[in-house]
T-cell receptor, first 113, second 114 residues
Framework: GNSVTQMEGPVTLSEEAFLTINCTYT??????LFWYVQYPGEGLQLLLK?????DKGSNKGFEATYRKETTSFHLEKGSVQVSDSAVYFC????????????FGKGITLSVRP | ETGVTQTPRHLVMGMTNKKSLKCEQH?????MYWYKQSAKKPLELMFV???????ENNSVPSRFSPECPNSSHLFLHLHTLQPEDSALYLC?????????????FGEGSWLTVV
């Protein structure tokens, strides 16, 4: 079956530090890949997505590239802000199937001033 | 404002109570979902509806009963719940039930079963 593996957390960074959050997946075919973010007390919001190999999703300074050869979709940001403190979820939807998402466990990011 | 509205935001219920969670989407979408978010566990898909028809039930206990009266509204009826059912219940919608479609989430309903 499909699965998404995220690096263990939590992650604590200082403001303006570089961020990488690893995500790898197992799926048949070419799934669509997503990063969602959950701010404290809120629901999930789509951060970015990529629907085919080598696509790069980007939003709010965050980027992730769909790497089929390494089955990865790592999230990066060059300079994090305190307001980026949240829980980040990597997810996939299976190719040729419906849009339901399989999520990773999520990772908590805390950014210190 | 996310386009997907859930009420109530917080609910405390006893194990013998019957209550309902309500979800409304203002996006004109055709697919709706219920997810459960528990501490230290990945988000779990519970139910999927497409054009008001249930297309997936992910082995959810019968004490959870979904209802989709139209494409804009989704309910989750709760009865005789257990304390381990305490969680954040997230409603979501997408334009179609097609891989790659973005799923939009509501802010969730925090449920505590006492």
């Amino acid at each position: 079956g499909n699965s998404v593996t995220q690096m263990e957390g939590p992650v604590t960074l200082s403001e303006e530090a570089f961020l990488t959050i690893n995500c790898t997946y197992t799926a048949t075919g070419y799934p669509s890949l997503f990063w969602y973010v959950q701010y404290p007390g809120e629901g999930l919001q789509l951060l970015l997505k990529a629907t085919k190999a080598d696509d790069k999703g980007s939003n709010k300074g965050f980027e992730a590239t769909y790497r089929k050869e390494t089955t990865s979709f790592h999230l990066e940001k060059g300079s994090v802000q305190v307001s980026d403190s949240a829980v980040y979820f990597c997810a996939l939807s299976e190719a040729g199937a419906n849009s339901k998402l399989t999520f990773g466990k999520g990772i908590t990011l805390s950014v210190r001033p | 404002e996310t386009g997907v509205t859930q009420t109530p935001r917080h609910l405390v219920m006893g194990m013998t109570n019957k209550k309902s969670l309500k979800c409304e989407q203002h996006l004109g979408h055709n697919a709706m979902y219920w997810y459960k978010q528990s501490a230290k566990k990945p988000l779990e898909l519970m139910f999927v509806y497409s054009l008001e028809e249930r297309v997936e039930n992910n082995s959810v206990p019968s004490r959870f009963s979904p209802e989709c009266p139209n494409s804009s509204h989704l309910f989750l009826h709760l009865h005789t719940l257990q304390p381990e059912d305490s969680a954040l219940y997230l409603c979501a919608s997408s334009q179609e039930l097609v891989s790659g479609n973005t799923i939009y989430f509501g802010e969730g309903s925090w449920l505590t079963v006492v």
